[in-house]
């Protein structure tokens, strides 16, 4: 849950060497601890080692329910 | 009833000629003798994980619903089984630390000259297998820093072009991490790799008895031109109770470390949480790691990882052959040798320096 109200949904695989990813709200990002790498809440590699974002999936609200599904390809 | 005993076997066996051989053995003897011991009390400690080990097997099941809580029995419920697990993770950590002073000594001292290259490779080897030693007996006890560093390790051996993929794939028993790694890990640690060491560390002191041992470059080359100021000490039983001596206080100080800090289990790993913070790999893969960590992820056209895991493999292999490059006369030694051998004993304790204090 980002700060303006919307939802993001990340794959928490690192993109560096495969660690699971946490977030850390005193960071605001995305963190993995095994190369101090960062993310974005966007998934966008901020820095540290990660060659390129996480995986991105496609997040709806509906009621009650949130749904995650894989991204689409335009 | 014993000479009687005696006398058959030596005429089967030819004991005589064991005998000789070992009353007619000598070690030189010179004010750097005492680099000798290093080997003996690395192959010593082998000895203690052979039989600690053993020990752990009569408990250990190895299996992802089963492994963390059989170290948890062996550590709470067998009779000294705390203690020895800690001996067989203290033992092992000093192991490889002894490895490589003896391995840096020799490079020091150049042992590993014209006609010990061999002797020198198959140290090599010896030494890369007992770090397989050391990375699949950490999965064994299936806690989270265990897990995450096979994860990373495994990844890392994946980055390898071509050959690394596969090579992961079979590491893993699949695409991730799961139980099949660890039963995987647990074959080769118990059963492949000792396999494998047996037969080098064979090769290994049949070569050291072959060939004998070596001399520093400058105590040959005074000794070449004096010979009467060569000085030798009976291997037996002179040099035999001085290693003695140094597998005792080896043995002293195992004792007191695995006893003084038990070694943790940790918690049990967990496949979908997030990695702990300050996760690190075991110190002896901290130099390679710190190194990874400081390429970016991105130089020229290739990845950092790629980059970092070619460049490593490479300085390996270059270390490996570094008896090919040495001058085959004493008297001239190679000092760029020297220089190289200074700065990768420095690189390699100030790069794990760096990874233990960096965040």
């Known amino acids: 849950l980002a700060a303006d109200g919307t939802y993001h949904a990340l794959s928490a695989t690192c993109t560096h060497l495969g660690c699971t990813v946490q977030y850390r709200a005193d960071m605001g990002e995305v963190w993995c601890a095994c190369h101090n790498g960062t993310y974005g809440i966007d998934g966008r590699n901020i820095s540290g080692p990660p060659p390129r974002p996480l995986d991105v999936f496609d997040v709806h609200v509906r009621g009650d329910e949130i749904y995650v599904s894989r991204k689409r390809e335009a | ?359």
């Open chain 2, 1 to 359: 009833v014993l000479a009687a005993i005696f006398r058959w076997l030596n005429e089967r066996l030819g004991l005589d000629d064991i005998i000789a051989l070992l009353k007619h053995k000598t070690v030189p003897k010179h004010r750097l003798s005492y680099w000798y011991f290093f080997g003996g009390i690395t192959l010593f400690l082998f000895g203690v994980q052979v039989v600690t080990g053993i020990l752990l097997l009569l408990y250990y099941r190895p299996g992802a619903n089963e492994a963390f809580e059989s170290v948890q029995y062996i550590m709470t419920k067998v009779q000294y089984g705390w203690l020895i697990r800690s001996i067989h993770s203290w033992s092992a950590n000093l192991m490889i630390f002894f490895a490589f002073v003896h391995m840096f000594s020799v490079a020091f001292l150049k042992a590993y000259r014209k006609p010990r290259e061999l002797t020198w490779i198959t140290g090599m080897l010896l030494l890369f297998v007992v770090m397989g030693f050391g990375f699949s007996g950490y999965l064994l006890p299936w806690n989270t820093l265990a897990f995450f560093a096979t994860k990373v390790g495994t990844e890392i051996a994946g980055q390898v072009p071509i050959i690394g993929k596969p090579m992961m794939v079979f590491l893993r028993g699949g695409d991730e991490v799961t139980g099949a790694t660890l039963t995987r890990f647990f074959g080769f640690h118990v059963a492949v790799l000792p396999g494998i060491v047996g037969v080098l560390i064979a090769v290994h002191l049949f070569l050291v008895q072959r060939l004998g041992m070596s001399v520093p470059p400058k105590t040959e080359v005074e000794w070449v031109k004096d010979p009467s100021a060569r000085r030798d000490i009976k291997f037996f039983p002179n040099f035999a109770l001085r290693e003695m001596m140094a597998w005792y206080v080896a043995m002293g100080a195992l004792g007191a470390l695995a006893a003084i800090f038990p070694w943790d289990l940790g918690t049990k790993a967990d496949l979908f949480g997030s990695a702990p913070a300050g996760i690190k790999p075991e110190w002896y893969f901290l130099f390679m790691f710190q190194t990874l960590k400081l390429i970016p992820s991105k130089v020229w056209f290739m990845d950092g990882e790629v980059l970092g895991v070619l460049g490593c493999g490479l300085a390996g292999l270059l270390w490996v052959l570094l008896p090919f490059f040495e001058s085959e006369q004493p008297s001239r030694p190679r000092k760029w040798i020297n220089g190289l051998v200074i700065f990768a004993l420095v690189y390699v304790i100030g790069m794990s320096v760096y990874g233990f204090l960096a965040k």
